[in-house]
């Protein structure tokens, strides 16, 4: 099986944020990664305005927790849309 592209990453962690999954330690479980690189990840997904970052300041220690936003609810479906056109599973397949 091929390594994802980044691409397939991110889209795995904005899928997981769109399902409930809204913790940093989750996220990187859902997408299958070590800690640096999520960490790398969910900076570059707030800064393209993707997700939003939570401060939870209830508790003692301060938690993060991250809620996906119009523009990547937007971009989860503009993929989805072109898989639908253009079935990637099959490509690979036929390597």
């Given at each position: 099986m091929p390594r994802r592209s980044k691409l397939e990453i991110r889209l795995t962690m904005l899928s997981?944020?769109?399902e409930g999954i809204d913790k940093p330690t989750r996220?990187?479980?859902a997408?299958?990664?070590?800690?640096?690189?999520?960490?790398?990840t969910l900076t570059q997904l707030v800064r393209q305005g993707l997700i939003n970052?939570?401060?939870?300041?209830?508790?003692?220690?301060?938690k993060k927790r991250y809620e996906i936003t119009e523009k990547g609810?937007?971009?989860?479906k503009y993929f989805e849309d072109a898989k639908k056109?253009?079935?990637?599973?099959d490509?690979?397949?036929q390597i």
């Open positions: 997981s944020i769109k996220i990187m479980y997408a299958n990664l070590s800690w640096k690189p999520t960490q790398r970052e939570i401060e939870d300041t209830n508790n003692a220690k301060s609810l937007a971009v989860i056109l253009l079935p990637v599973d490509i690979y397949n």
